[in-house]
Nanobody
């Protein structure tokens, strides 16, 4: 069973940067597609970025050019580098692992963009 633990959230001013990390336990990390999702108050959870085992990436239009997803299979960790943060990036960010259709979620980490 894979377990995911996110870290790196916090309070940041508009235009600032944060890096989220998601550490995975278990032996299937390198074969899993990994993703970052977010859920803002009153809104549905949405995909922010994803990365396949072959490191193909995909981004939501709203974060293209500002966010970068990466993975380190040796550390069983996926990252989300967030730059040029905007008020509308405020949300709880969730890490997701998808292993042949089986989804595992982390507990979430709060990112607040505020002046």
């Amino acid at each position: 069973q894979v377990q995911l633990v996110e870290s790196g959230g916090g309070l940041v001013q508009p235009g600032g940067s944060l890096r989220l990390s998601c550490a995975a336990s278990g032996s299937i990390f390198s074969r899993s597609s990994m993703g970052w999702y977010r859920q803002a108050p009153g809104k549905q959870r949405e995909l922010v970025a994803s990365i396949t085992p072959s490191t193909t990436t995909r981004y939501a239009d709203s974060v293209k050019g500002r966010f970068t997803i990466s993975r380190d299979n040796a550390k069983n960790t996926v990252y989300l580098q967030m730059n040029a943060l905007k008020f509308e990036d405020t949300a709880v960010y969730y890490c997701n692992a998808n292993y042949f259709g089986v989804n595992v979620w982390g507990q979430g980490t709060l990112v607040t963009v505020s002046s």
